[in-house]
């Protein structure tokens, strides 16, 4: 007879199951709600706090600020992971927010809103962003903070609030609809900032001396990174461009011109490319990626135009040593912007033998790796690509395709010639 399964760690007091937790990063505190009954009940909101406002917009501010005073007295002790759910009311919708902390001074703050008859939050959007920064307690101390659809509540809500956070050290902001602006500027700590899916974003300004990382997932739009001393890592994972405003070629290069000196990079294809057609030539740029040891190129499709705007690209690459090219067709194909541009000689889309021509030698470059492709290669964009680059280095290491058939093959040091 088989010896019946006891969960001795489960069956432990509920105190001693917490002080478990207290040890856990957050994200993993969390997933242990997934283990059974007795770990789920230690995520079930701890405090449910309803505030209900009047009819007027001074009520539905009082009670916005009621219940974000609740989740500062939350931040008193970070003895133990907790989640505290704390519900508004009022007469166009309810507002709902999740607060759940970790005990190494992290927050997240989900922010969720049911509408009735279709009307929008329009008394919170327009009567917050206009009132005094909002003063939550016990934000001066908080290290990590991740903030989901805030804009439910109002569009200035982001930025007020970082104004307590003296200390953040990493910021994360997703799916927040309708948010416009987000504006990140003296708070010298921080050294992460993701903003992921907030699709409706129309400037994004960030001035922050300690950033070493910056990811930003989305449309195309105005980004402007300054005095970003020690930024090392940067991702500009785009989606397509923003549709509701023209964008400057001039700008876009600007947003280049101020990451210039990180030493990672992820850019999308098609914004290389489209730079190209406004009539970019890198080459003759006024600055280079003259840190840049990686680059990791990602698309939906790899086509001619996108192919010689990476050979292109390169060639402001001096100390490149790592080149990543993905192509993942579950991507969404971007719709790209028209740039007004104001360049004397527009770019005229050479044959590939010139364009291979004007590609500098990459004397650094040792890593290739391609992910995505197929074996046979689209109308040959992957040999004639790998044909570039074999050509173009001088200290190959190694070279590798990962293709979408699931098949790997590749070259290594001292075979100078692409098997078939």
Known sequence: MAQEHVDLISNLPQDTLRRINSFLPLEEAVRTSLLSTRWRSLWSPTMVIHFTAGDSPTAAVDAVKDSLEAVGAL??????????????????????????????????????????????????????????????????????????????????????????????QSLKIKKCEGLKRIEIENIESLRSLMIVDCMDIENVTVSATGLKSFVYKGLLTQIHVKNALNLVDVVLDLEG??????????????????????????????????????????????????????????????????????????????????????????????????????????????????????????????????????????????????DLLLEKTVDLKSMTVNSQENVTWGCREGARQWPT
């Not at 992290?106 to 003063?135: A, V």
């Not at 499709?301 to 090219?325: G, H, Q, V, W, Y």
């Open 75 to 168: 931040l008193g002790s970070y003895n133990s992971p907790e989640m505290h759910k704390l519900c508004f009311q009022f007469p166009e919708g309810d507002v709902t927010i999740v607060a759940t902390k970790g005990v190494n001074k992290e927050l997240h703050l989900n922010f969720s809103r049911s509408l009735k008859e279709d009307k929008c939050c329009y008394q919170l959007k327009m009567e917050l962003g206009n009132t005094t920064p909002i003063n939550i307690t016990n934000l001066s101390t908080l290290r990590t903070l991740h903030l989901q659809s805030v804009a439910s509540v109002t569009k200035d809500f982001t930025s007020s609030l970082l104004t307590n956070c003296r200390l953040l």
């Open 241 to 386: 461009a923003f549709g509701n405003s023209d964008l400057d070629c001039e700008e876009v290069l600007s947003v280049l011109s101020s990451l210039n000196e990180v030493e990672t990079l992820t850019t999308s294809g098609w914004l290389l490319e489209w730079l190209c057609s406004a009539g970019v030539i890198f080459g003759r740029l006024e600055f280079q990626f003259y840190k840049l040891k990686q680059l990791r190129w990602i698309d939906s499709l790899m086509d001619n135009p996108k192919r010689d705007s990476l050979a292109c690209f390169l060639n402001i690459c001096p100390a490149l040593e790592t080149l990543f090219i993905t192509i993942d067709p579950s991507r969404i194909r971007a719709t790209c912007p028209y740039f007004h541009q104001h360049w004397h000689e527009p770019h005229l889309w050479m044959d590939f033998p010139t364009v291979k021509s004007n590609v500098l030698q990459l004397r650094h470059l040792k890593f290739v790796k391609f992910f995505g492709s197929t074996i046979n290669g689209e109308d040959g964009l992957l040999s004639s690509l790998v």
